[in-house]
């Protein structure tokens, strides 16, 4: 049974920070590239960020480049989304998503339930 539970999410001014995490099960872990995506009201998903489990190699949006960091714990089979500065815009759920590469997330296999990320101005 595949699982992603992704947690941390909530309410938080403008400027403060969130840590987002995204926990697997059900999968080799370290053979996946797991991502992170939102969507606000009346927009379309939009990627945020993702990593090769296997090799570290990481992908940002522009919009969150120097200000969002993912990293991955291959021991506990969790990806996470350290966000700093964050702006109003950042307002969102958030889904992590699953497939066999970075490129695979295009059209992910895979997807957590989402929470909800509130920034305020």
């Known amino acids: 049974e595949v699982q992603l539970v992704e947690s941390g999410g909530g309410l938080v001014q403008a400027g403060g920070s969130l840590r987002l995490s995204c926990a697997a099960s059900g999968f080799t872990f370290d053979d996946y590239a797991i991502g992170w995506f939102r969507q606000a009201p009346g927009k379309e998903r939009e990627g945020v960020s993702c990593i090769s489990s296997s090799d570290g190699r990481t992908v940002y949006a522009d919009s969150v480049k120097g200000r969002f960091t993912i990293s991955s714990d291959n021991a506990k089979n969790t990806v996470y989304l350290q966000m700093n500065s964050l702006k109003p815009e950042d307002t969102a759920v958030y889904y992590c998503?699953?497939?066999?590469?970075?490129?695979?997330?295009?059209?992910?296999?895979?997807w957590g339930q989402g929470t909800q990320v509130t920034v305020s101005s």
């Open positions: 998503a699953a497939d066999v590469s970075i490129a695979g997330l295009e059209a992910p296999d895979y």
